[in-house]
């Protein structure tokens, strides 16, 4: 089921604490542009398909990557994206958009991302995964 854009942008405004629905959407922008990079075929498609469909057009034509980043580099890139914005307001808008994203997904498809993403993302998800 996709979600609609109103409710997914409610929920990373609620767990970002965001001011306005803009600060949310930009930051949605930059974490999904960025997490599309690192993601490939039917899984990258399947997510896609549960995101309104702004996003889910970010998450399918990505910002290019060289390499996948580590999760640390994940927030840096992310803050380097966002004006204004330091590692550490990266990292909680790496997580508001993250763990809304994983709300929106059934557990196999998370596992399927998670599968494509170098080890610790499931920490900025918010979802850690047992060893």
């Known amino acids: 089921m996709t979600l609609r854009r109103e409710a997914f942008l409610g929920h990373v405004t609620e767990r970002g604490q965001y001011d306005t629905p803009e ?6 922008r930059v974490v999904l542009a960025l997490l599309g990079a ?12 549960c995101l309104p469909e702004t996003f889910a057009l970010i ?3 990505p910002l290019q990557s060289a390499e996948p980043l580590s999760p640390e580099r994940f927030v840096r890139a992310t803050a ?3 004006e204004g914005a330091t590692e550490q307001t990266a990292a909680w808008d790496v997580s508001a958009v993250l763990s809304t994203v994983a709300d929106a ?3 196999d498809l998370l596992g399927q ?4 993403l170098p080890v610790g993302y499931d920490l900025l998800i918010g979802r850690p995964q047992p060893i």
């Open 105 to 107: 997904v059934d557990e």
């Open 80 to 82: 380097a994206w966002i």
């Open 23 to 28: 600060e949310a959407e930009r930051a949605a």
């Open 113 to 116: 991302v998670l599968l494509q």
């Open 59 to 61: 998450l399918l034509n």
């Open 38 to 49: 690192h993601l490939v075929g039917d899984v990258r498609a399947r997510l896609a398909a």
